[in-house]
């Protein structure tokens, strides 16, 4: 922070900035007239904004409005008329009358500022700098996982009204839990090492911040398996390929519609206790030939056995799929979905709100199995990734 002093007649006209800042700066003396100064001052290319009301002490008469913002760089500008319409311009406002009272004079003033500066820059958080966020996240990501990420505001600091990100590429929305911004980013698999989260901050007046911190990825070692299955299952007969095209489309299109708040209101839960028969990621030979990566978890379960919601959310998908057969898609909010398949019975239809924990249908085989389980599936932004990695997730509290 630097404080510049211009030398206006008798009084000096004090501007505070940082960065690269356009400010207009209208002063008032205690008499029946409105003396403006617009001013531009050049900086470094820094987005940062704030807003100052600066009474003069030597001249109780005297106040000084700053309201600052972020434009390109410039000089200071002469007095009189605003000849460059990129400097912000304020209607004339009528000076205090004379009081014998300097002190009230001075808080009517300063009343009549903070009211001009509302009406041309907007509500009291303004006034407020722009500062760093605190970013904290859970768990340490590794190939194939979620983690979330929470970012703290500071009590002092400017709050945004929108935060959006990308992690290795892949977008990171951002909504509030408890008052507190939370995002929940995708760590795709084959994409160990360290790699960039990239935030961009809105602010109401439409200034930005951006912030970037690098977060390392752990390379992850995934099995293989081999599966014996019905040959109508490893090799589909003719007859039904274009059925399965078109439920990859329905799929995806679901998987890719955007809700644009968080639906959850709580930590994720297991839908089922937490024992693994077939992890995520591996790598699944079905009848000799290697067929795909297995996208989800699979959690033993006996037939009939109840299965729960993973979180609060809203019913997407609930009905019959060739390969993952009877299938139950829940949407918890900003690109998040989990999937339940090869159910026995679907206990839930399309458009039911779902508590956490709420069941929603009950342990099957159908569809390409091998034997009855819970195949608990996640989608972060598009990307199928470990469900089990919802539970080391830390929730704002």
């Excluded at 979620?146 to 703290?152: C, L």
């Excluded at 077939?278 to 699979?298: I, K």
Aim: charged share 20%; hydrophobic share 40%; proline share 7%.
């Amino acid at each position: 922070m630097r404080t510049v002093h211009v030398s206006r007649h008798r009084h000096p006209l004090i501007l505070i900035h940082v960065g690269d800042l356009r400010c207009f700066a209208a002063d008032w003396y205690g008499k029946r007239r409105t003396r403006r100064t617009f001013v531009k001052l050049a900086e470094p290319s820094v987005t940062v904004q704030t807003a100052s009301v600066i009474i003069n002490q030597s001249s109780p008469a005297l106040a000084t409005l700053l309201v600052l913002a972020a434009c390109a760089p410039a000089q200071v500008a002469r007095p009189g008329p605003d000849s460059n319409p990129d400097i912000i311009a304020a209607e004339p406002v009528v000076a205090a009358p004379n009081v014998p009272d300097s002190s009230a004079l001075e808080q009517d003033i300063e009343s009549r500022l903070v009211e001009m500066a509302r009406a041309v820059r907007g509500p009291e958080d303004l006034f407020r700098p722009i500062k760093p966020f605190g970013v904290s996240w859970s768990p340490e990501p590794d190939e194939g996982s979620a983690f979330g990420i929470v970012i703290h505001e500071r009590p002092t600091g400017r709050v945004p009204v929108a935060i959006e990100g990308t992690f290795a590429e892949t977008p990171v929305r951002f909504g509030r839990i408890h008052g507190r911004w939370f995002g929940v980013a995708a760590v795709p698999i084959g994409i160990a090492g360290r790699h960039t989260l990239t935030l961009r901050m809105s602010f109401e007046e439409g200034a930005s911040y951006e912030q970037s911190i690098d977060i390392e990825v752990t390379s992850t070692q995934f099995a293989s398996t081999n599966m014996s299955v019905d040959s109508r299952f490893s090799s589909p007969p003719a007859d039904v390929l274009e059925r399965i095209r078109s439920e990859r489309e329905l799929v995806r299109n679901i998987l890719e519609t955007v809700t644009p708040e968080w639906r959850l209101d709580g930590p994720f839960q297991t839908p089922r206790p937490f024992d693994i028969t077939s992890p995520f990621g591996q790598a699944r030979m079905f009848n000799g030939e290697l067929r795909s990566r297995h996208t989800g978890l699979d959690l033993r379960g006996r037939t009939g056995a109840a299965v729960r919601s993973a979180g609060r959310g809203q019913v997407v998908f609930a009905g019959s799929l060739y390969f993952a057969g009877n299938a139950v898609y829940v949407d918890h909010g900003l690109g998040v979905y989990t999937g339940y398949f090869h159910l026995s019975r679907i206990l839930v239809k399309v458009g039911d709100e779902l508590g956490s924990r709420d069941v929603l249908g009950e342990v099957g085989a159908t569809g390409r199995v091998t034997g009855a389980h819970l195949h608990w599936y996640l989608s972060v932004s598009g990307q199928s990734l470990d469900a089990g990695s919802l539970l080391r997730v830390r929730l704002p509290d």
